[in-house]
């Protein structure tokens, strides 16, 4: 999953907003509604001011849905106007980081999958899949597309090759996307073929990536295989040392050797030279060669 707070969320090119007041006919109590897209797209673009973005496109959506505009052509601009404000709602919530939101927050005012607009259920698999997430799209998307109202829509196609590239591949359902790619009502007899030359290419690339990682995957086991190989043959060479130390009696050695560093070391022997003459003479001869080879100049003796 990625986050979206270091890269704003860019709307793609087809899917940008009617400007206000360009050819939308608005009764008067639509007008409100039409102030609030204006301000709303203000407030993304020019202050990027998010939160108040996304607040003043919900004021809009209320004011759209309790208008009662009757006459078809009303309706549609009221249609229109509501498709772009929640582009800005998902826009503003995308760059606020509340992408997770932005589903919920749709299907607040359509109710049902079926009857979000084409644009907007394009937008939220485009969203969908630059976080990484196209899990969250899967069943809203089928539901739009085996909606039959929809399959008569100019922009069916658009949805069902989003759909395809960026849900059904990415997830490995590849048997769904070829027949997604043979169905008739989603593409013509080119776009069909094309897509399902590009389920094919994904299909073996994948298979590609598995048999690669599952080769690693066997090399990296027969390294650890040889580590612990290893590890056991320097235990066992550790238990046979320690085996032969028991066999020489270390305690004995370390007794014999305590006892020689305090006849040498701790006792004076030039205290009572007739006791241990031999040790006496010994130790001289020591300090006589270490004066000789590691005295200070000064200190040294030249014959």
Not at 118 to 130: G, M, N, T
Not at 207 to 233: C, H, N, P, W
Not at 260 to 288: G, N
Request: glycine share 4%.
């Amino acid at each position: 999953m990625r986050s979206l707070s270091s890269t704003s969320f860019v709307m793609p090119r087809g899917l940008g907003m009617t400007r206000p007041g360009s050819g939308l006919a608005l009764s008067v109590g639509s007008a409100q509604a039409l102030s609030l897209l204006d301000r709303a797209a203000d407030l993304l673009a020019v202050q990027r001011d998010f939160a108040a973005a996304v607040e003043t496109c919900e004021q809009g959506i209320s004011c759209v849905d309790s208008s009662n505009d009757n006459e078809e052509n009303y309706r549609d601009s009221c249609s229109e106007v509501k498709v772009c404000l929640c582009v800005i709602g998902i826009q503003a919530l995308a760059e606020l980081n509340r992408w997770q939101e932005v589903l919920s927050w749709v299907l607040r005012y359509f109710q049902v999958p079926a009857k979000m607009p084409a644009k907007i259920i394009q937008l939220c698999i485009l969203l969908h899949s630059k976080v990484e997430e196209p899990q969250a799209m899967l069943a809203v998307g089928r539901e739009w597309l085996t909606d039959l109202a929809n399959q008569s829509l100019p922009t069916y196609s658009t949805v069902a090759e989003l759909h395809l590239l960026h849900i059904l591949l990415p997830l490995g359902l590849f048997a769904e996307a070829e027949d997604l790619a043979k169905n008739p009502a989603s593409f013509c007899a080119e776009q069909r073929r094309v897509a399902l030359e590009v389920v094919r290419q994904r299909k073996e690339r994948q298979q590609s990536d598995r048999s690669t990682v599952r080769q690693e995957d066997s090399e990296t086991g027969f390294r650890s295989q040889k580590l612990l190989a290893m590890i056991r043959l320097f235990q066992r060479a550790l238990v046979l040392i320690r085996s032969r130390l028991r066999s020489f009696h270390l305690q004995r050695m370390i007794l014999a050797t305590f006892l020689l560093y305090l006849v040498v070391i701790r006792l004076d022997p030039e205290a009572s030279p007739s006791t241990l003459p031999w040790i006496s003479k010994l130790l001289r001869i020591f300090r006589h060669l270490w004066n000789s080879m590691f005295a200070p100049y000064y200190k040294a003796k030249i014959n």
